[in-house]
């Protein structure tokens, strides 16, 4: 099961998904986790405002009654998808944003190839996956070419998992908004 999660920034979109996790291992919400629940991390602490933003996640995931066990994965994560799923595995990877503007800001990146090898994989994948990102195309086209590159790449990632994804649902102001499944 794919379930695709987008919002904007501070949506509320990742706190969203750590609860549809815990609704997947609980059934309830108030058992502890009996399924392996990975949190994939795409994030890179590069500078300092964004190690706080990395520290929050973190903190935010302690108060669950899951037992989380954090891949950090900043590129490869079509590969730690397929090592760590299984038919009763969670996992939940935040960022795709991120993890798109990592391969963008490479050089030498073929980022065709890598998006093609991770839709392939993800439709393939045993047990439950739940994808958060943001949702970047609502605002003003940017004027750098970079940017506008990373806006049209994220547009069309997004419609490509939500083509293949069980549910969609758009997070704004904490409530969520179920567009597919």
Known sequence: MIHFVLGGARSGKSS????????CVTGTGAAEAAKPCWYVATAEALDNEMQQRILHHQ????SDAIAWQ???CPLELT???QSHATN??????????????????????????????FLQGLAK?????ILVS????????????????????????????AAI?????????GLPLHLKG
Not at 59 to 62: D, L, P, V
Not at 125 to 129: A, D, S
Request: proline residues 2%.
């Open 165 to 173: 994804a069980d549910k969609v649902t758009l997070v704004t102001a």
């Open 88 to 117: 009763d595995s969670v996992i939940l990877v935040d960022c795709l944003t991120l993890w798109l503007s990592n391969h963008l800001f490479r050089e030498n990146n073929d980022w065709q190839q890598v998006k093609s090898d």
């Open 134 to 161: 943001n949702e970047v195309g609502c605002g003003i086209v940017p004027m750098g070419e970079i940017s506008r590159r990373f806006v049209d790449e994220a547009g069309w990632l997004h419609q490509d998992i």
């Open 79 to 81: 590969q730690a998808l």
């Open 125 to 129: 994948l045993p047990g439950t996956v």
């Open 70 to 72: 954090t891949i950090e």
């Open 59 to 62: 903190n935010g995931r302690q």
């Open 16 to 23: 969203y998904a750590e609860s549809q996790v815990l609704q």
